[in-house]
């Protein structure tokens, strides 16, 4: 079953710069080719735009084998789909990033298969060596019971039931099986070895949380922990440091607390709602309680451990702009706010430009707008656009426009090149004193630097005190600073020493 595994192309670069991650579908990316598909050359074509951005990071999408657009059903672990080109195409991504200092993560879809996947059309027959790899519905079996993740459990073939928690097409790996978790750790390690610097893990909790009734369970949470903290330390015995994100959608602290340490950082979905509620309601409402809240229960489940990875938005959810209405001043309030926090902050490709697009899912994946003019060479046409942006919402427009939200993402991204604290500091509550203005410390030790956001389309002043004096980086309006009292034109992010 396992392949030889080949010495990584290059060493990976220390954790540097900005800690900004950038998600990309590669379909949707850049064309090499020709055949109006995004590519893995086409991911190094562009590694030049992502490092002038500052990313330090970059989370492709899943690059295996599949049969269907979007690469969440694999047939194949260990190659590339073809579409997206070669292995060889895959390790020069790898050591051109590197050289970069820029790392690789890439999505590892583990919680099941393709229906097409090999191991499943040989697990139908019930004498197959990889029977068990998958989950069979018994004579006692609720074949009508619902699945955690909303769609119906139990899916027919050939006249029996298998579990299949996200539509038939996915079956889910019976991780009960010692041979699934052996060949899950080795994939993982395969890739390691090839150069990447660790995972998003998808669907972590359905591991084990398959049906709705597993759900909440404390069976369900220890085997979900024990599985994750096998995985993690198989990767570890390769890289030491591998980074470890997981899609973890719980709806409270308490659940999501149990995996913190197995998983090392997981997408912070309520604080990435509330960004966007505050942002465009131009009102804290809550923001501050939810995010002191938040890194005190890291703190305590998990201590150094963990590292938080917010975000605004992904290849799942409606984007941002179109969240916020298309408010521009809004767009840009919820990018400050996601930059100034603790963590690994995620991009999802074209929020930067401000692409428009709403579910269902394949309208949140649309092509990357390279160009003012579309269909010009090397953009992707893998689908045509659901939204009508003009030529200025690209790449090409926004590079030469100081003011555009592209310069605006750059410039906050750079910030955190520029002020250490930003990256590495920890998280201090500051009461602004006003519902319109949200403020904080990023701190260690005894430095310290204050950030101050006004939330609003009015001009707002504070009291902050002596104790910062100096600022230091601003986007939106010329704040001002005297006496302790600090006045923010609207829309304006500050931080100061």
């Given at each position: 079953?396992?392949?030889?595994?080949?010495?990584?192309?290059?060493?990976?670069?220390?954790?540097?710069?900005?800690?900004?991650?950038?998600?990309?579908?590669?379909?949707?990316?850049?064309?090499?080719?020709?055949?109006?598909?995004?590519?893995?050359?086409?991911?190094?074509?562009?590694?030049?735009?992502?490092?002038?951005?500052?990313?330090?990071?970059?989370?492709?999408?899943?690059?295996?084998?599949?049969?269907?657009?979007?690469?969440?059903?694999?047939?194949?672990?260990?190659?590339?789909?073809?579409?997206?080109?070669?292995?060889?195409?895959?390790?020069?991504?790898?050591?051109?990033?590197?050289?970069?200092?820029?790392?690789?993560?890439?999505?590892?879809?583990?919680?099941?298969?393709?229906?097409?996947?090999?191991?499943?059309?040989?697990?139908?027959?019930?004498?197959?060596?990889?029977?068990?790899?998958?989950?069979?519905?018994?004579?006692?079996?609720?074949?009508?019971?619902?699945?955690?993740?909303?769609?119906?459990?139990?899916?027919?073939?050939?006249?029996?039931?298998?579990?299949?928690?996200?539509?038939?097409?996915?079956?889910?790996?019976?991780?009960?099986?010692?041979?699934?978790?052996?060949?899950?750790?080795?994939?993982?390690?395969?890739?390691?070895?090839?150069?990447?610097?660790?995972?998003?893990?998808?669907?972590?909790?359905?591991?084990?949380?398959?049906?709705?009734?597993?759900?909440?369970?404390?069976?369900?949470?220890?085997?979900?922990?024990?599985?994750?903290?096998?995985?993690?330390?198989?990767?570890?015995?390769?890289?030491?440091?591998?980074?470890?994100?997981?899609?973890?959608?719980?709806?409270?602290?308490?659940?999501?607390?149990?995996?913190?340490?197995?998983?090392?950082?997981?997408?912070?979905?309520?604080?990435?709602?509330?960004?966007?509620?505050?942002?465009?309601?131009?009102?804290?409402?809550?923001?501050?309680?939810?995010?002191?809240?938040?890194?005190?229960?890291?703190?305590?489940?998990?201590?150094?451990?963990?590292?938080?990875?917010?975000?605004?938005?992904n290849h799942d959810q409606d984007r941002v702009l179109s969240q916020l209405g298309g408010n521009l001043d809004h767009m840009r309030v919820a990018a400050a706010l996601l930059m100034t926090l603790p963590g690994r902050p995620f991009v999802y490709y074209g929020e930067e430009i401000g692409m428009l697009g709403k579910?269902?899912?394949?309208?949140?994946?649309?092509?990357?707008?390279?160009?003012?003019?579309?269909?010009?060479?090397?953009?992707?046409?893998?689908?045509?656009?659901?939204?009508?942006?003009?030529?200025?919402?690209?790449?090409?427009?926004?590079?030469?426009?100081?003011?555009?939200?592209?310069?605006?993402?750059?410039?906050?991204?750079?910030?955190?090149?520029?002020?250490?604290?930003?990256?590495?500091?920890?998280?201090?509550?500051?009461?602004?004193?006003?519902?319109?203005?949200?403020?904080?410390?990023?701190?260690?030790?005894?430095?310290?630097?204050?950030?101050a956001h006004n939330l609003s389309g009015k001009a707002q002043t504070i009291k902050i005190g002596k104790a910062h004096a100096s600022m230091q980086l601003h986007v939106g309006g010329n704040a001002s600073l005297a006496n302790g009292a600090l006045t923010l034109p609207p829309y304006t992010s500050v931080v100061i020493?």
């Open positions: 079953m396992a392949l030889p595994l080949h010495a990584a192309p290059s060493e990976a670069p220390p954790s540097q710069g900005s800690g900004v991650w950038y998600e990309i579908f590669v379909r949707a990316w850049y064309d090499t080719n020709g055949d109006g598909i995004g590519d893995l050359n086409g991911v190094t074509a562009k590694l030049d735009y992502l490092q002038s951005l500052g990313v330090s990071g970059i989370w492709l999408m899943p690059i295996n084998p599949s049969p269907s657009y979007h690469g969440y059903d694999i047939t194949d672990y260990r190659d590339i789909l073809p579409q997206y080109g070669t292995m060889g195409d895959f390790e020069r991504l790898v050591q051109e990033a590197h050289k970069r200092n820029i790392q690789i993560i890439m999505d590892l879809v583990i919680n099941h298969t393709s229906d097409q996947h090999p191991w499943f059309v040989s697990a139908l027959d019930p004498k197959s060596p990889y029977r068990h790899w998958y989950t069979w519905a018994g004579p006692a079996t609720d074949i009508n019971a619902p699945a955690a993740a909303g769609d119906r459990a139990w899916h027919a073939k050939n006249g029996q039931y298998y579990l299949s928690g996200f539509t038939g097409a996915m079956p889910d790996l019976n991780f009960d099986e010692p041979a699934v978790r052996h060949e899950m750790v080795d994939v993982g390690q395969f890739w390691l070895r090839k150069g990447v610097d660790g995972f998003r893990l998808d669907a972590a909790r359905h591991i084990y949380d398959d049906l709705k009734s597993d759900t909440g369970k404390p069976e369900t949470v220890r085997k979900n922990v024990v599985w994750w903290t096998e995985f993690r330390q198989g990767m570890q015995r390769v890289r030491p440091d591998v980074y470890l994100v997981g899609e973890v959608m719980q709806p409270s602290m308490s659940d999501l607390a149990p995996y913190l340490k197995p998983l090392g950082s997981v997408f912070n979905f309520p604080v990435a709602a509330q960004l966007i509620k505050s942002a465009g309601s131009e009102k804290v409402d809550g923001l501050d309680t939810l995010l002191s809240d938040t890194y005190r229960s890291y703190a305590q489940a998990a201590g150094d451990a963990f590292v938080d990875s917010p975000f605004l938005s579910k269902p899912d394949a309208n949140v994946r649309e092509p990357m707008r390279w160009s003012r003019e579309p269909g010009v060479e090397g953009e992707s046409r893998w689908k045509a656009s659901s939204v009508k942006q003009g030529g200025e919402v690209s790449v090409q427009a926004e590079e030469a426009n100081a003011a555009s939200l592209l310069a605006t993402y750059r410039t906050l991204i750079h910030w955190r090149i520029e002020q250490p604290l930003l990256r590495d500091g920890e998280f201090r509550a500051v009461e602004s004193g006003n519902a319109r203005v949200l403020t904080f410390e990023r701190a260690e030790g005894a430095r310290s630097v204050l950030v020493q």
